[in-house]
């Protein structure tokens, strides 16, 4: 059974810093697309960033300069450093794991809570 778990989130200052982590458990195939997507309260939810095996990046305006995405291929795991965060950036944040296709190894999971608060 394909596992995504996200950690690293919680309560952090405006300007603060927090580094997410997705670990992906179950997959035998090769992931292609690993991506970070939010929601916050009443909104839809965001594509934040994503990254294809190859290190190709794609990151939504808002967060541009502030955040940046990695991956470990060996592991699956996916991480999402966050830096100068502001109450914007409050949501929650799931990660997502597709294969070449586009097909989505596993349902959202629980998501990690961001809270930026002074």
């Known amino acids: 059974q394909v596992q995504l778990v996200e950690s690293g989130g919680g309560l952090v200052q405006p300007g603060g810093s927090l580094r997410l982590t997705c670990a992906v458990s179950g997959i035998i195939a090769r992931i292609y697309y690993m991506g970070w997507y939010r929601q916050a309260p009443g909104k839809q939810r965001e594509l934040v960033a994503a990254?294809?095996?190859?290190?190709?990046?794609n990151y939504a305006d808002s967060v541009k300069g502030r955040f940046a995405i990695s991956r470990d291929n060996a592991k699956n795991t996916v991480y999402l450093q966050m830096n100068s965060l502001k109450p914007e950036d409050t949501a929650v944040y799931y990660c997502?794991?597709?294969?070449?296709?586009?097909?989505?190894?596993?349902?959202w999971g629980q998501g990690t809570q961001v809270s930026v608060s002074s």
């Open positions: 997502d794991a597709e294969d070449e296709s586009g097909l989505k190894f596993a349902s």
């Open positions: 990254i294809t095996s190859g290190g190709s990046t």
